[in-house]
């Protein structure tokens, strides 16, 4: 990864906010020419500092969801073991996010589910099933109270 520097912070900053801004005020939020500005992003992206951009969907049953927080610890912490584990993981689409951890698990999973019968099912038919899974322990959100897009 490149050594970012303030400008590039500021650039990060504004896309997080809002991924769809233009270049132009783009460059004005950060004080660069559009030239410079679009050049400066170009580099971010070849570099692989801005993987991606993504669209975030507010579908009508999406509300209607459980988010189940996820601790998963493996048999071993090889590098195998680990990468066995998150090969499988990305296969799985109600898995939203997975976090290596340090402490006492191996993983933080968020999960999405219908409700708890549909994560029962989740948990029965792909977690348990996942490489490697040791123990798994499960905490239901109760609501979100904040959080941050992308």
């Known amino acids: 990864m490149p050594n970012l520097d303030d400008t590039d912070l500021r650039i990060l900053r504004a896309l ?3 991924g769809r ?7 004005e939020a950060v004080g660069l020419s559009q030239s410079a500005c679009l050049r ?13 951009y993504t669209a975030i969907i507010d579908e009508p ?4 969801t459980v988010t189940v927080i996820v601790q998963i610890t493996l048999e071993r912490q090889t590098e195998e073991h680990l990468s066995r584990f998150e ?3 990305r296969r799985l689409p109600e898995v939203c996010e ?3 951890m340090t402490g006492m698990s191996d993983y933080l999973l968020r999960v999405e589910a219908r409700d708890a019968a549909d994560y029962e099912r989740i948990h029965k038919e792909q977690l348990s099933r996942l ?10 959100a109760i609501r979100r109270v904040m959080g941050r897009a992308g």
């Open 16 to 18: 997080r906010q809002d």
């Open 87 to 89: 090969v499988a993981t």
């Open 131 to 140: 490489p490697g899974v040791a123990r798994i322990q499960s905490s239901f």
């Open 21 to 27: 801004i233009t270049n132009a005020a783009l460059a």
């Open 98 to 100: 997975c976090y290596l």
């Open 61 to 64: 049953d999406a509300r209607e």
């Open 40 to 52: 400066r992003l170009r580099l971010l992206e070849r570099s692989g500092v801005i993987r991606g």
